[in-house]
């Protein structure tokens, strides 16, 4: 075999900037830090082209792509939801698969890593003598409940699925539970098209021969440890904390509109408000949110998107029209009364410049985990309003387990104007918002630590490519 070829990593990378951007950055480290040949795996048909092309472009040389062919999508059941389309793509692809992890004649692959949508990957891996890892560009409480999910269902047959109990404990605090509602998209009923999917992911987990999830230690410490004692107990496969992965503000046009008009705001005294790329708010709470902001008389910039006709929280590739003005939906005289001391910008901002900006003071975000790191890696404390996914269970780690975050009160998904306002304030002026601004320094703080050059998400990675390069290598199946 051809043994002067660097060692090559699979890496299946699903649709959405919010996955692939982990994803990438996970690749750059394995390249540039520790030699290997890395080849990502989009899925045709599925992701954004632009936005598959602006993230994957900055990479280096030794990163390469491949596309699993769009013919896989065809008569995939229209019904089965986002996360079920990727599934299935996933286990159409597999021959495909075959062929990138054998490596046709040259070595086979040093290791798959696969996402969360791409675990019937794994026996294919195991087949081939090829390590399978799962990287989850989010955090250990994902594993944990993927884990709970496998335990429900480790004595039922295929289609016979039961329901999560009304509460789970969630290690991260005394007696900390993650209520039925927090739980993520997909888990909350087995009627959920995607609940089999998930269901089937969570079976394979405990065979996976380990995980890489984008958190650091301090940010769910007793998550972590917990997860570190079934690993040395074998109880279930090792979980590497190896973020925080965030994106770099170079990565962002700096010339922009909203960053002149920070640079005329005194230190400290804006809430950035945005709701990721797949997030809407119906047309009566974008109106609501609007009238909260002007009555906390706090500084705002706001990241204005298309509100939801239909009251969907989750509108990742809806069709817009060219015409659509976001600002159009916001309170009549609202634009005018708060001029001056706050800008709503429509559609995007450069979040990142925008959260290390030094006016930036809060920030109200759906918790979609990119933002929740960008946040906690500028030191910019966070009001949780999360939509859907894995929000709410994000939510309620960075408010009670990492203790950087407030929650408003919902009446059924609904914030009033007041619970706005009292929020707003309280996280800049209050005695709870000056805790959770200690928080977000302390965090911050362990955050630069993890990937400083002894840093535990630095050590973690190079554990896990120590492994990969000294794994045995099924040559061509005659055996290690
Ligand atoms: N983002 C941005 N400007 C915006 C909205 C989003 O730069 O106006 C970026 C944000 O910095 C993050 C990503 O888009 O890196 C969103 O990912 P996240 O996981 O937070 O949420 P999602 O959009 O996937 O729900």
Known sequence: SS??????VVMIGSPGAGHLIPVAELARRLATDHGFAVTIVTTTGLSDPATDAAVLSTLPPSVATASLPG???????????????????????LPHLRSLLAGGGGDPAAALVCDFFGTSALPLAAELGVPGYVFLPTSFAMVSIMRRLAALHADAAPGEYRDLPDSLPFPGGPSLLLRHEDMPDGFRDWNDPNYAYVVEEARRYARADGFLVNSFEEMER??????????????????????????????????EECLEWLNRQPARSVVYVSFGTGGALSVAQTA?????????????????????????AFAFGTVRGEDDDPLAWLPDGFLERTRGRGLAVAAWAPQVRVLNHPATAAF????????????????????????????????VTL?????????????????????VAAVVREIMEGEKGSTVRGRARELQEAASRAWSPQGASRRALGEVAAKWKAAPVNDNGEGA
């Open 71 to 93: 013919a896989a999508l065809a008569n995939i059941p229209p019904d089965i939801g986002f996360g079920g389309t990727i599934f299935e793509f996933v286990r159409r692809s």
């Open 222 to 255: 007793a998550m972590a440890e917990s997860f570190r004692h079934d690993a040395e107990d074998g109880a279930f496969p090792p979980v590497f904390p190896v973020g925080p992965f965030v994106r770099s503000s170079s990565d962002e046009n700096s010339a």
């Open 364 to 395: 109200v975000s759906h918790c979609g985990w990119n933002s929740t790191l960008e946040s906690v890696s500028a030191s910019v404390p966070i009001v949780a309003w999360p939509l859907y996914a894995e929000q709410r269970m994000n939510a």
């Open 288 to 312: 609501e949110l609007a009238a909260g902001l002007e009555a906390s008389g706090h500084r705002f910039l706001w990241v204005v998107r298309m509100p939801s006709q239909d009251g969907n």
């Open 3 to 8: 043994s002067t070829a660097p060692p090559r």
């Open 399 to 419: 408010a009670e387990v990492a203790g950087v975050a407030l929650r408003p009160r919902d009446d059924g998904g609904f914030v009033t104007r007041e619970e």
